[in-house]
């Protein structure tokens, strides 16, 4: 188990590399996102979701349209998110490309992911990692995004206990040798918060109740490999917006809109996995 998410992380970790030199003004967000997904399966995963590209304000769960033609401009800040799973064990890393002039939120981030996992080894809560994010964040007159959170994973699960919160809870889990986890500060000038809006391309199977229209019905048998991961609408041969929009409001897919921040302002983002050993966290992306 263990060695698959590795062998995903270590995916991971190349790829990270890779998709940094590809963000530049006037490439189109499509391109990168159809090459992060290829190259996994290039390497020997697949991909555990989408791959996010999330610009400014926008925090999470954005990825291109089918024919998309938004280009990266001079000024951006760029989320990549990337996830990879071999048979279902799932690694999962973020980090920020700025093209423009944001260096501080870039820098906060990633200090506060460096400074939650060096805290981490067992026995010490999931809240003390919080803390460390938040004190960052803080530190630079920033805010974490309170309501994105880090995350465990279980198979064919890319968000699962333990919840890792991006600030200090009253009650946090126990860290234990052996966990596996995803560590996630986001951080804005703004809020501190994020709320959805209306754009959405990412979607997942909740439930396997029978439908009764056939174009449902091809949906849902070309969505079955995924299991429960996000898949995204431009991977499905015939997209059908009214059906799609049906089988969530009947229970049967749910829906990730995307998630931005509340006053329009700029959020950065650092994630890597980790796994608790004895001595500490060792990263795996």
């Avoid at 400074?115 to 803390?131: L, N």
């Avoid at 890319?158 to 996630?184: C, D, L, Q, S, W």
Wanted: glycine letters at 6%; hydrophobic letters at 40%; a negative charge.
């Amino acid at each position: 188990m263990m060695e698959k998410h590795e062998k995903a992380g270590e995916i991971l970790k190349q790829l990270r590399d890779e998709v940094v030199k590809l963000v530049k003004p006037g490439v189109k967000m499509l391109e990168v996102a159809e090459f992060v997904e290829n190259r996994i399966a290039e390497l020997g995963a697949e991909p555990a979701f989408p791959c996010n590209i999330s610009l400014n304000e926008d925090a999470a769960h954005c990825t291109p349209s089918k024919n998309d033609q938004r280009v990266f401009r001079e000024g951006d800040l760029v989320k990549i998110d990337i996830g990879a799973h071999v048979d279902g064990f799932i690694a999962d890393t973020a980090l920020t490309v700025n093209l423009g002039d944001h260096d501080e939120l870039v820098e906060c981030a990633e200090l506060a992911l460096k400074r939650a996992i060096e805290v981490i080894e067992p026995g010490i809560t999931t809240s003390e990692i919080g803390e460390q994010i938040e004190s960052v964040a803080k530190e630079f007159g920033f805010r974490p995004v309170y309501n994105l959170t880090g995350h465990g994973f279980m198979p064919y699960v890319a968000h699962a206990p333990p919840t890792i919160y991006n600030y200090r809870v009253e009650k946090g889990v126990k860290v234990e040798e052996g966990m596996i986890f995803a560590i996630e500060p986001f951080i804005t000038s703004g809020a501190g918060r994020v709320s959805e809006r209306a754009e959405t391309e990412i979607y997942s199977v909740i439930s396997s109740k029978p439908v009764r229209m056939r174009m449902a019905r091809e949906i849902l048998s070309e969505v079955e490999k995924y299991r429960t991961l996000p898949f995204a609408k431009r991977w499905l041969r015939n997209p059908r917006e009214i059906i799609i929009s049906k089988l969530v409001r009947d229970g049967v897919l749910r829906a990730y809109p995307v998630l931005t921040e509340i006053k329009k302002e700029p959020v950065s983002q650092a994630e890597h996995t980790v796994v608790v050993e004895e001595s500490g966290a060792r990263i795996i992306t």
